[in-house]
């Protein structure tokens, strides 16, 4: 298996002196996703600001973003996000797919969603 290919791969400073890599599983159109019921939201204009309860780290989300993060308030299959984005959105299928799952990977790392 090409660990590239199917993980991010994160490399961190650890206090100053090193470099440590994660590797973190990248989500998929066949995963199912949800949003972390430990992260607060409320919506701005057309944005969405975040809040990771047990981090008290903030987060915002610009509008295509923000429908994204409704359309995860119950569980829903990637595909269906794409699928749903790309009727409603002048944009290529191939380029809104690899725009969600850029996304929905940094959501993840940063625990705003869960998947399965």
């Not at 290919?5 to 990248?26: A, H, S």
């Not at 749903?84 to 625990?111: P, Y």
């Amino acid at each position: 298996m090409n660990m590239e290919r199917n993980y991010f791969i994160y490399k961190m400073l650890i206090n100053g002196l090193k470099f440590v890599t994660l590797y973190v599983k990248m989500i998929t159109p066949e995963h199912y996703i949800e949003q972390n019921k430990e992260v607060f939201a409320g919506e701005l204009d057309d944005e969405t600001v975040m809040m990771h309860i047990q981090t008290g780290k903030y987060y915002g989300l610009d509008d295509i973003g923000s429908r994204i993060w409704k359309m995860a308030e119950e569980k829903i299959q990637v595909k269906e996000i794409i699928a749903q984005l790309t009727d409603e959105f002048d944009v290529d299928k191939q380029q809104c797919e690899k725009d969600v799952i850029e996304l929905l990977n940094d959501m993840k790392s940063n625990d705003l969603i869960q998947i399965e």
